[in-house]
C-alpha cells in the first residue's frame, strides 16, 4: 500500500466507524471493477455489523451477474432516504455518472468516493480516497480492508470478497495486460489466491461465456470495422452498432463492451472506437488508446472522462455523425 494514501484510507475508515448505514453504488453501464469494488464492499461492511444498501439504476451484465450472489439490489425509488445514511460510490469518477437518483446524492449525510479515475476532480463528496496510478477501484478497496484488518488484527478478506475483488482486478488490467498492471497488482493478485479468490471460476465467467448471439452480433459489427491513416502514418480503427443491430441478434446494450477491444487489438492501430446507438440520437463511445494519445482528454472535450488509455463519453446526434465528429477529434491529437 502506497504510504501516502493511508491518510486517505484513514479518513474512510474513520467515516465507517462512526456511521451504520450506507449505501453503496458505482457508474452507469456497470463492468466488472464497478461490481466487483462495490460488492466486495459490501461484503465487508456487512462483516463489521454495518447495514449495507445495494442501490444501482442499471443492467447488470449477464456474465457478471455471479458476482452479486445472493445481494439484494435496489433501484432508487425502493429506498427510502428519509434515513441516516453515509452514501459510497466506488470506481465513479463523475457526479454525472453516479447511478442513482438525485435525491440520494443529496440527502446523504455524508459522501464518500473511492475511486481510480483521472478525470476525477474530488469535488463531489465529502470523503475521498482517489488514486488515479490504481489499476482498479478494486486495488483501492483492497487497500481499505487491508488497513483495516492490520488496524484490527483480524483479516477480514474472506473467500467471496477476494473474489469479488480479484474480478475488478483481472478486468479493469484486461486480465493483467495493461500498463497500469503493476507490482502491487501482482502482490494484491497472489493474496486474494491465496484467500481463496475463485480464479479458474471467473474466468470461464468472464472471458469463456459469451453467447452464440454475442458471436453473430460481432459478426455484423466487425463488419463495420473502418481504418483511417493518421498524420504520422499510424492507423484508428472504429466500429459501430447500431439498435437495430442489438435488437436483431437480442442483446442488450450492456452485454457489448468488450468489442471495444477488437477496435484497439489491430496491427499499427493508436487509438480503437466503439460507437453503440443507446436511444435513437444518443450515442455512447468508447476510446482505447494503445500508447501515448490520452484518449482521457478527448472524452472530456465531450463531457466525457477516464484513463488516459480507456475513456469514454456521450455524442448526441446519428450514429453517421458521431462517427464523424469523435473521429475527427481523435484524428487531430496526432
Ligand atoms: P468504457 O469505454 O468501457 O465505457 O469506459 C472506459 C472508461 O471510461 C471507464 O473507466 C469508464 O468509467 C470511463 N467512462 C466511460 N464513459 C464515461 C463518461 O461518459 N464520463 C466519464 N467521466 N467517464 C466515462
Ligand atoms: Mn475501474
Redesign the pocket.
Known amino acids: 500500500m502506497k504510504n501516502n494514501f493511508i491518510q486517505q484510507i484513514d479518513n474512510v475508515i474513520k467515516c465507517i466507524e462512526e456511521n451504520n448505514e450506507f449505501v453503496l453504488t458505482s457508474?452507469v453501464?456497470p463492468?466488472g471493477?464497478?461490481i466487483g469494488s462495490t460488492l466486495g464492499m459490501h461484503r465487508f461492511l456487512n462483516s463489521i455489523g454495518k447495514k449495507v444498501y445495494y442501490v444501482l439504476d442499471d443492467e447488470i451484465p449477464s456474465n457478471l451477474l455471479f458476482l452479486k450472489d445472493d445481494i439484494e439490489k435496489l433501484n432508487s425509488s425502493e429506498f427510502d432516504t428519509k434515513k441516516d445514511y453515509i452514501l459510497i460510490s466506488l470506481?465513479?469518477?463523475?457526479e454525472?455518472?453516479i447511478c442513482t437518483n438525485d435525491d440520494i446524492k443529496k440527502y446523504a449525510k455524508k459522501r464518500i468516493c473511492i475511486d481510480h479515475?483521472a478525470?476525477n476532480d474530488a469535488s463531489f463528496s465529502e470523503v475521498n480516497y482517489i488514486d488515479s496510478e490504481a489499476s482498479s477501484t478494486c486495488e483501492l478497496v483492497f487497500n481499505l480492508i487491508r488497513r483495516y484488518s492490520e488496524l484490527k488484527t483480524i483479516d477480514y478478506i474472506d473467500e467471496k470478497i477476494a473474489t469479488r475483488l480479484y474480478a475488478g482486478l483481472s478486468t479493469?488490467t484486461g486480465n493483467f495486460q495493461y500498463s497500469s498492471t503493476s507490482p502491487e497488482t501482482f502482490e494484491m493478485a497472489k493474496i486474494l489466491l491465496e484467500h481463496g479468490a475463485k480464479r479458474d471460476m471467473l474466468i470461464q465467467k468472464l472471458y469463456q461465456s459469451n453467447s452464440f448471439n454475442y458471436y453473430r452480433l460481432l459478426g455484423d459489427a466487425l463488419n463495420t470495422l473502418k481504418v483511417e491513416k493518421t498524420s504520422n502514418g499510424k492507423l484508428v480503427a472504429s466500429i459501430s452498432v447500431s439498435i437495430d443491430m442489438m435488437k436483431k441478434h437480442s442483446i442488450g446494450f450492456n452485454e457489448i463492451?468488450g468489442l471495444?477491444t477488437y477496435t484497439r487489438d489491430i496491427e499499427n492501430v493508436e487509438v480503437g472506437i466503439?460507437l453503440k446507438e443507446k436511444r435513437k440520437g444518443e450515442i455512447?463511445?468508447?476510446?482505447?488508446s494503445k500508447n501515448d494519445i490520452d484518449v482521457?482528454q478527448i472524452?472530456?472535450q465531450f463531457?466525457?472522462?477516464?484513463?488516459i488509455k480507456?475513456?469514454?463519453?456521450?455524442i448526441n446526434d446519428t450514429i453517421e455523425n458521431a462517427e464523424k465528429i469523435i473521429k475527427e477529434r481523435v484524428l487531430r491529437a496526432f
Open positions: 457508474h453501464s463492468d471493477d464497478n470506481d465513479c469518477g463523475d454525472k455518472r479515475h478525470s479493469d463492451d471495444t466503439l455512447k463511445i468508447s476510446l482505447r482521457s472524452a472530456m463531457g466525457g472522462g477516464g484513463h480507456a475513456a469514454g463519453c456521450t
